[in-house]
């Protein structure tokens, strides 16, 4: 029969465990929520209207904390803090997009987090050209008032190509 003292050791062990498991569990559901609303703000037909489009960056800022970066590379840009993310996607540069992240490595430690997902998003760009683009996003968090928000998002592009032709030529 097990000691009070290996019983309580057990249960701070499987305290600790479900809460990294919880932990993971919300920064999987941050990055479902970003790439939900990322997308909201088109249709098959274009962008969506201009306050429709505010709403939706507002609300994207809000999953970011105050000193976020997000970097977005050579072709989106950097934006620098909650404002400048959120006047980031009221000006949308593609028609259209669809984000698709897969194989999340997400790695807690106590309030702080880091993670990597592949992404696959067919897009459209301006002028409605249909493109296929594939990398990855390399994230950090951090946990604040007891909700995980996005500290840092930086996209790694593998390819971004024409649909018509391909990511091989």
């Given amino acids: 029969m097990a000691t009070l003292e290996e ?17 993971v569990q919300a920064i999987q559901r941050l990055k479902a929520r970003y790439g939900a609303l990322a997308d909201e703000r088109y249709t098959v037909k274009g962008v969506k209207a201009a306050d429709e489009v505010r709403r939706i960056a507002a609300e994207i800022a809000e999953l970011f904390s105050e000193d976020a970066v997000w970097d977005g590379g050579e072709t989106m840009g950097i934006a620098r803090g909650r404002d400048e993310i959120r006047r980031r996607f009221e000006e949308p540069t593609l028609e259209f997009s669809w984000h698709f992240f897969v194989k999340p490595e997400i790695r807690v430690d106590g309030d702080t987090a880091s993670g990597t997902w592949d992404i696959l998003a067919p897009c459209t760009v301006r002028g ?10 390399d994230d950090t968090y951090r946990r604040e008032d007891g909700v995980w928000l996005h500290t840092g998002m930086e996209l ?14």
Avoid: I, N
């Fill in 7 to 23: 019983l309580e050791a057990r249960v701070r062990d499987l305290e600790s465990r479900l809460r990294a498991a919880e932990d």
């Fill in 128 to 137: 409605g050209r249909p493109f296929w683009m594939a990398g990855a996003e």
């Fill in 156 to 169: 790694r592009v593998a390819f971004f190509s024409p649909f018509d032709t391909g990511w091989a030529r």
